[in-house]
């Protein structure tokens, strides 16, 4: 019997977004939208009952509302329940439209603020969550139930070179099970990193190579070190690499993705070139999600473990939010964005964060553990599932069940170095060691193209106009508006204080007619290549 999968692509559907409500303040249920729905990408294997795949699903049956998620709970399903009324959507913005309450989470949006994504199943609004990882709501008689949560991640006994060896093989038996059951194109974006390069890598090995590689690039033909990474490689294997590197409207940008996040996340407008890529295409999106956190810890991991041994988790809160601050600031601004937006709630933020972390304690590595299951799953898994979710069907091999217990189970001796993953791809693929990672290369100097940025004025301006209808000049007012942010940054908590303030049903229809009317004003599948190099 082979894998089988099963996809309902995920796009940024606007006022379509699939979605039950149910009342039953009048003593009986009214419901309106669809009584079952699955969304997402889904692969089953045969004798194995472990899921693949992020997806979520609900099914009303006249009495009783089940819905649930894949067992990591990386696909948000947004879940509102209040009183008598319970609803399920994978757009938190359609909930709203249909009469959700919108009383916001203050302590949830200051975390966001200092971090840049909520941490738990929060939301920015207090009576809407997300599933949580292997979730399943059931509501009947207007009570509601939630059950899931993930396990804390216990240490294996493994050495460094059985580490290695695993590095290589679960990723090769998991790609292995997916090309098997997939017959279609496949598309890979590719960065100058390490898990992409190991996805594409393993995928020559294995004599099926991606029909594109793609990575995007906002530089016109001045390449960036990431592009330049990933030509090299693609051009040793001999793959077809395209760049997404037309000039961008830059707020424009930043609102689409900030409507495709559902007011979640602070990232990923950069990557909507890869979206409009994608979408309503016939082929696979392969997603390295997860390979980073799994692989190799970052910079902040080896303060982190010392302070977690002294179970210091206000500190490693205090690091995370100074971090992100610094990241988002301009020069000389200290707070990052909690200090401009919610500057009275940082001692709280700092507890609610503090107190995801420590939910960790037993773990091999509490930063680790933490880190994929709030930051990565709770805004990464984004790209996965809305970024790159309009595509055929969407593959994250790192998320694969057997992947994922064996990178949160390694003891911190193994991982500390930073070094595993580089390791295990020198090992198996050594026909490309010569090959740096992106920090190898040099970036070209970006042009200065003044006729572009004037261009891209005006479209803030018109943006602006747009994101603020109704209420216009302070729409205008709020775009424009100086911060001691960067410049993307600021765009981008600006927007979400100014939709989340003001949001109610009206509100929330709005946002999705807009949402859905930039994305059909962009450009779609080739027309966002902006050349193509034929590997040799």
């Not at 203050?106 to 941490?119: D, K, L, N, P, Y």
């Not at 059931?138 to 070179?161: C, D, F, L, M, Y």
């Not at 960036?224 to 793959?239: F, H, I, K, L």
């Not at 070139?273 to 999600?289: K, Q, T, V």
Request: with cysteine; charged share 20%.
């Amino acid at each position: 019997m082979a894998t089988s999968t099963q996809s309902r692509p995920w796009i940024d559907d606007g006022a379509d977004a699939p979605f039950v409500f149910i009342d039953r303040s009048l003593g009986y249920p009214l419901v309106s939208g669809q009584p079952s729905a699955f969304v997402g990408h889904r692969m089953a294997v045969p004798g194995d009952a472990r899921p693949r795949g992020l997806w979520g699903e609900w099914t009303w049956d006249g009495a009783t509302l089940t819905a649930q998620v894949e067992p990591l709970g990386y696909f948000s399903l947004f879940v509102y329940v209040k009183g008598d009324q319970v609803a399920v959507s994978p757009s938190l913005v359609q909930l709203l439209a249909q009469g959700a309450d919108a009383t916001v989470d203050e302590v949830a949006m200051a975390v966001f603020h200092r971090v840049g994504f909520f941490v738990g199943n929060d939301t920015p609004f207090e009576h809407i969550k997300v599933l949580p990882p292997n979730g399943r709501l059931i509501w009947q008689n207007g009570r509601a139930r939630i059950e899931g949560g993930e396990p804390v991640p216990q240490a294996q006994k493994i050495s460094r070179e059985n580490a290695v060896e695993a590095f290589i093989e679960v990723p090769r038996a998991a790609i292995r099970r997916f090309l098997h059951a997939w017959d279609g194109p496949i598309a890979l974006p590719l960065s100058g990193g390490r898990d992409s390069r190991h996805i594409l890598m393993e995928m020559v090995y294995q004599g099926r190579k991606p029909d594109t590689c793609l990575t995007f690039h906002h530089g016109g033909r001045a390449l960036n070190n990431e592009v330049q990474a990933a030509r090299a490689v693609a051009d040793r294997v001999g793959v077809r690499h395209a760049i997404l590197g037309h000039p961008r409207k830059r707020l424009r940008d930043s609102l689409r993705g900030l409507l495709m996040t559902q007011l979640c996340a602070d990232e990923h407008a950069q990557m909507m070139p890869m979206h409009d890529y994608l979408s309503g295409s016939a082929a696979a999106a392969i997603d390295g999600i997860g390979g980073d956190i799994l692989t190799n810890p970052d910079d902040w991991a080896a303060g982190f473990m010392e302070r977690a041994r002294r179970d210091d988790y206000e500190g490693i809160a205090r690091g995370m939010a100074d971090g992100h601050g610094g990241v988002i600031s301009r020069h000389g601004h200290h707070g990052g964005a909690g200090a401009v937006f919610s500057p009275a709630l940082e001692a709280a933020a700092i507890d609610r964060i503090a107190t995801a972390v420590r939910a960790y304690d037993a773990a091999p590595d509490p930063y680790q553990a933490f880190w994929f299951y709030h930051r990565t799953r709770r805004e990464i898994s984004f790209v996965s599932t809305a970024v790159m979710g309009g595509a055929a069907m969407v593959f994250c091999p790192y998320l694969d069940p057997d992947f994922v217990d064996l990178g949160l189970s390694l003891p911190w001796s193994v991982t500390c170095d930073q070094m595993l993953h580089d390791d295990a791809i020198a090992r198996a693929y050594p026909q490309i060691a010569d090959i740096p990672f992106a920090v190898g290369f040099t970036s070209q100097p970006m042009p200065r193209l003044r006729a572009s940025r004037f261009a891209n004025a005006l479209d803030t301006v018109r943006i602006a106009a747009m994101a603020g209808q109704g209420r216009r000049a302070s729409g205008i007012a709020a775009a424009l508006q100086a911060t001691p942010l960067r410049r993307g940054p600021s765009d981008i908590y600006r927007l979400h204080r100014d939709f989340v303030s003001n949001m109610d049903s009206a509100e929330a229809k709005r946002l999705l007619a807009l949402g859905a009317t930039l994305s059909k004003s962009a450009a779609k599948g080739e027309k966002v290549v902006s050349h193509v190099h034929l590997g040799r």
